[in-house]
């Protein structure tokens, strides 16, 4: 199926919400086709989408079963998830299989318009430099381990919760080790049906006298990296192929080579699931050369400060307007809210106080379960000071 960039699926069974973001879409030059669930899936086979708004709590097939039949039928699609409230199990799931982002209701106009930004800039090659915001001493500790495996060839691993930045960090190391004019390929392997894992990984050979074959991302890499996410869902039979290609350097036995970096990150122990006989031992071995594990960000309260002045910076330099800081009792709650969603979601939260603040944020730009976060001393993290 083709694919047209501006063409948007909206799934909603609110009949309000369902009319104001039709028009919202459709304003901004998309043709817009509406849904409601019973029939999400039958639209998403009839044709290709760029841009699907869902619901995550729809009655019936939810947010997170439509997000992996989408990822099923168009990998390539862009995902907004809509969610009513905070980061939820179901949220976090739905994230985590290859949703893009998410709004949380009720919707702001300012900030669905910069996701809708973010995804026209998906549509165009990156030249975004990776940020790594690090306080903590933790996070200068990984920092510098990454920064040491800029200058060896050597898979890297990567472990930590959703949202907590292992896609950065790989990217990070991919800019600043001497290929950033390479390719840098993201492979999410949860958003892939098993069957198709191989052929998206490797492609397929040439066969003399009919087809020419088809490249797979360990082929378009070229020189650059590959990052394969949540590794962990690769079917046994690919983990044995790559596992060949690792040792030989060969994407198919008559080639081409594989010359790109392999980046792999999970949420899950590989260990366990190496002794519960679901993962192969040779490839954890093979992966495992130069491991990074990011710490969740409610282990490190001291980045969050620095993470929250980052964002409404970048939000700033993208748009004319200028949002200075944010108030102690604001910068806070941030700071002892558990963040399930990690730095994923606190770049939510600002987006979204980004907006509706005028020049500082406060308590009551932030959504309700952190704006009343009980604040309780805890011993040796202090609520750090707004930045200056």
């Known amino acids: 199926m083709s694919r047209r960039a501006d063409s948007a699926l909206l799934v909603s069974n609110e009949p309000s919400e369902t009319r104001a973001l039709r028009n919202f879409l459709a304003s901004r030059g998309f043709a817009v086709h509406v849904t409601t669930s019973p029939s999400a899936i039958q639209s998403l086979a009839s044709r290709s989408y760029g841009l699907v708004l869902v619901d995550v709590g729809l009655p019936g097939i939810d947010g997170v079963a439509l997000t992996r039949r989408a990822l099923e039928f168009d990998q390539a699609t862009h995902i907004v998830l809509i969610a009513h409230g905070g980061m939820t199990p179901r949220l976090i799931e739905a994230l985590g299989i290859g949703a893009t982002d998410y709004v949380t209701t009720p919707i702001i106009p300012e900030e669905l318009e910069r996701k809708l930004a973010g995804y026209r800039a998906s549509e165009e090659p990156a030249t975004d430099e990776p940020a790594l915001v690090a306080v903590s001493d933790s996070l200068k500790t990984l920092v510098s381990r990454a920064a040491r495996a800029c200058g060896v060839n050597l898979p890297v691993f990567l472990d930590g919760e959703l949202g907590s930045g292992r896609k950065t960090v790989a990217r990070a ?45 360990l082929g378009a890499a070229g020189r650059g990296g590959v990052f394969l996410d949540n590794v962990d869902a690769m079917p046994a039979s690919v983990q044995l192929k790559l596992i060949g290609t690792l040792d030989t350097g060969m994407i198919h036995p008559l080639g081409p080579r594989f010359d790109a970096r392999l980046y792999c ?20 071995y093979r992966l495992n050369l130069l491991r990074l594990s990011l710490p969740p960000l409610r282990q490190r309260p ?72 009980t604040i309780r001393a805890q011993p040796g993290v202090p609520a750090p000071e707004p930045p200056v």
Request: charged content about 20%.
């Open 173 to 217: 190391i991919h800019r600043f080790g001497g290929t950033r004019t390479e390719p840098f390929l993201v492979v999410n392997l949860k958003a892939i049906p098993a069957h198709l894992v191989a052929t998206e990984l490797f492609g397929s050979p040439p066969i003399p006298g009919d087809e020419p074959g088809r490249v797979g991302a």
């Open 265 to 284: 990150g999970s949420v899950r122990d590989l260990e366990t699931l190496v002794s519960q006989g679901v993962f192969q031992s040779g490839l954890h």
């Open 302 to 373: 001291e980045d969050v400060a620095a993470l929250a002045s980052h964002f409404l910076r970048r939000f700033s330099e993208a748009t004319d307007k200028t949002v200075v800081g944010v108030s102690p009792e604001a910068m806070a709650a941030l700071c002892h809210y558990a963040w399930p969603g990690n730095v994923r979601e606190l770049a939510n939260v600002m987006e979204k106080a980004f907006v509706l603040a005028s020049d500082v944020v406060h308590l009551s730009h932030l959504p309700p379960q952190i704006s009343r976060v």
